[in-house]
């Protein structure tokens, strides 16, 4: 029973890895589609989202049938607690890599973003990237450092965000209420991006230490 309930542990971590590497994918193709107005990419992200929405709500229920049958303690428990945790931040980041590529297809064939703006939510969606590469090898490897190294991007995510707020509120502004909306709203999904990935960061820490950080998604 012991070699099943650590095969059962392997399982979750390795669902988990693969849900990663499918929002990388997912924020990968949805701020290509973004940035050039490609509304097939877009739609190609739109068709995938509910494969990360089976394979999470799958993984939450091989978590609970651990909790219930083998009752985990310690580290165990940490495991299984946390993965529950981390799926539906995972599950997030692909709905929200789908709300990006929503805009793009929405907008298609003009951009989303005027050129005011582009290069900024150009390097927004290359950083949301990075994020998303590193997180899927910190659950994979539990690399600390890659936790580090995630927040500090997530700070230049939010001076990035922050600055879009201060262009649309700015008097030279010349954007229409649609043009403001969107770019609002991209901005947000972009930024909330970032911010699950440091969450589950968080959460692999607690994993791996026992210790808690902070609090998680603002």
Do not use: C
């Not at 931040?89 to 709905?95: A, K, P, Q, Y």
């Not at 649609?178 to 909330?192: C, I, M």
């Amino acid at each position: 029973m012991r070699e099943v309930f650590q095969q059962e542990l392997r399982e979750v971590q390795e669902r988990l890895v693969e849900i990663s590497r499918l929002v990388v994918i997912a924020i990968t193709n949805a701020t290509t589609a973004f940035n050039e107005s490609n509304v097939a990419l877009a739609e190609k992200v739109i068709a995938e989202d509910p494969k990360i929405d089976a394979l999470a709500s799958d993984l939450d229920e091989l978590a609970i049938s651990i909790m219930a049958l083998q009752q985990p303690v310690a580290r165990d428990l940490r495991i299984v607690v946390s993965a529950l945790r981390m799926s539906a931040s995972l599950e997030r980041m692909g709905d929200i890599a789908e709300h990006i590529a929503q805009l793009a297809r929405y907008r298609y064939p003009e951009k989303v973003a005027q050129d005011r703006l582009l290069g900024v939510f150009e390097e927004m969606g290359s950083l949301d990237v990075i994020v998303a590469e590193k997180l899927s090898r910190l659950i994979e490897t539990e690399d600390l450092s890659l936790a580090d190294e995630i927040r500090d991007v997530d700070d230049r995510i939010d001076e990035l965000h922050v600055s879009v707020f201060e262009t649309v509120l700015s008097e030279t502004w010349a954007g229409t209420s649609v043009n403001t909306v969107d770019v609002t709203l991209a901005s947000r999904y972009h930024e909330r991006f970032a911010d699950h990935a440091v969450s589950i960061a968080k959460k692999v820490k607690y994993l791996a230490t026992g210790e808690w950080t902070g609090a998680g998604v603002r």
